[in-house]
């Protein structure tokens, strides 16, 4: 039994459920306690290791730093709203434990339970601020994406009881069972990948995303996004981890992941609802996952799997702040029509950095997250050519053919901001310290990321010195322009209205 690791996930909940619940009453004690509370699996996972799988740590790491900022931008946003936000905090904050307690499970129990009763909570995040009026939303989401993983992870866990006991499946760690590595018959490997591939969101039962985030709560959608669909990714490495099958049935997931990449980056550029739009850019990323995941499978590769690890990160807290500064979208213009946006940098110049950020982000612009992780990936997709041939090279066409689409749809979010001018004398709706803390806080994290990326993998070798030379040249160059250039808010002054004394704009 892992003492340290109960303790800790046990304070997680006590100090998360507690700051919830105080939020109302006590608000700055409800945010030390929450982001405390946060902060404990990332110091369990970090620190103490003990049972859990080595790509465990990653999704962790995403999860905390997702969850402090979805819990402080969410207090901020309903408080605008609701005037009382311990209710929202309450749920969407048990929501985001629950899904640390998935990504940090050190037995098998711990990890279906925790699965289990997240689908439950997100039932209940869907329908929080619309009722009965999302519940068929609900049910979407439930028979499109809960069910097919929970199939999946049932069926997993029934192969590991029939083969070591009952009692062995369901205390056993994943590090216990990834060295027994049970065999494992064709069709059950396809019915596990292929419940797992869905909760992230493949082709074909692909379109629960862009049927329910639009509909979800902007920081359910953030959860859903940033750290749900990443479960699915999660279950796919599990099961590589604890169990032998044939590697043609990567293909499939090789298949999947490209068709979902391509028509997910082609349905985002179309879009005019900020909503469908990440939903559909989200389809993207999980295809892209999907194809990284499956090529490190079937060549070995160790850079791209560690590609992976961080591209999980990467996508996770852009896609949250996107959702996030979405719900900002809606607070201040009540829409999220991109054609009908384009002056909010005007109403408040401060979220023009936050902005712009989540743009390069999703344009691959450097020294951004995003950036680093495009190149990289491209870049090793064209070193596996010359030895395995037409498969990666087709996998770096579609990867490449997807950048662009990026390009394209990110224009539109940057759009939101500047892309526009109408006449406004005063904000009709102010921003919180909460919101804006929790935009400037996701925006420097992204901004380290890329930093940390590339100190490991100078130390674990993984990465050729010919491709990690010329990205921290690019990263030591860039990123202090980014940061003085940004910081210096130079488009605030975009379209900034001036007025004679007559009161006639000029």
């Not at 609701?82 to 629950?98: C, D, E, P, R, W």
């Not at 599990?238 to 979902?260: K, M, P, W």
């Not at 109408?422 to 709706?429: F, T």
């Amino acid at each position: 039994m892992n003492t340290l690791h109960i303790t800790a996930m046990s304070l997680a909940y006590l100090l998360v459920l507690s700051g919830s619940l105080l939020s109302d009453r006590a608000s700055r004690l409800s945010k030390v306690l929450r982001v405390t509370g946060f902060t404990m699996p990332l110091l369990d996972a970090l620190i103490n290791q003990q049972g859990a799988l080595g790509f465990q740590e990653y999704f962790v790491v995403l999860a905390s730093l997702a969850s402090i900022a979805i819990t402080l931008h969410s207090e901020g946003y309903y408080r605008i709203l609701t005037g009382k936000v311990s209710y929202q905090q309450t749920l969407l904050n048990t929501t985001l434990i629950a899904v640390l307690t998935v990504f940090n499970a050190r037995i098998l129990g711990e990890f279906v339970t925790g699965l289990l009763v997240l689908d439950v909570l997100l039932m209940l995040v869907i329908m929080m601020d619309k009722g009965a009026e999302n519940y068929k939303v609900a049910i979407y989401y439930i028979v499109l994406s809960a069910v097919p993983a929970d199939v999946a992870v049932l069926s997993l866990w029934a192969l590991i009881a029939q083969y070591m006991g009952l009692d062995a499946s369901l205390t056993a760690s994943p590090a216990e069972l990834a060295a027994v590595k049970i065999p494992l018959s064709p069709l059950p490997a396809l019915l596990i990948l292929v419940g797992f591939a869905t909760k992230l969101g493949l082709f074909p039962i692909h379109m629960w995303l862009p049927i329910v985030h639009p509909e979800a709560p902007k920081h359910g959608s953030a959860i859903l996004s940033g750290l749900v669909i990443k479960i699915g990714l999660f279950g796919l490495l599990l099961t590589s981890s604890l169990f032998t099958y044939s590697s043609e049935l990567h293909y499939v997931t090789l298949a999947q992941g490209a068709i979902t990449a391509l028509y997910g980056g082609f349905a985002a550029t179309i879009q005019r609802d900020v909503r469908r739009l990440l939903a559909y850019s989200s389809l993207s990323h999980a295809g892209v996952m999907a194809v990284t995941y499956s090529l490190s499978e079937i060549y070995g590769s160790g850079l791209l799997l560690q590609l992976l690890y961080f591209y999980v990160i990467y996508h996770g807290l852009a896609k949250a702040h996107a959702f996030m500064n979405a719900a900002l979208m809606d607070q201040l213009a009540n829409t999220f029509d991109v054609y009908k946006l384009g002056y909010l940098g005007q109403l408040h110049p401060a979220l023009i950095v936050p902005a712009f950020n989540i743009f390069m982000n999703f344009a691959g612009i450097p020294p951004s997250y995003g950036f680093t992780m495009k190149l990289v990936l491209l870049a090793s997709l064209v070193m596996l050519v010359s030895s395995y041939g037409v498969i990666p090279l087709l996998a770096g066409i579609a990867i490449a053919v997807v950048a662009v689409f990026s390009i394209i749809y990110s224009v539109k979010i940057m759009g939101c901001y500047v892309g526009g001018y109408r006449k406004v004398l005063k904000p009709p709706v102010e921003v919180t310290r909460e919101e804006l803390l929790s935009e400037y806080y996701a925006t420097s994290v992204t901004l380290v990321f890329p930093l940390i990326y590339i100190a490991i993998s100078l130390s674990s070798g993984y990465m050729p010195l010919q491709l990690l030379v010329p990205l921290a040249v690019v990263e030591a160059i860039t990123l202090p322009v980014f940061i003085t250039v940004l910081l210096s808010k130079p488009l605030s002054r975009i379209h900034e209205p001036k007025y004679w004394l007559s009161g006639v704009e000029q």
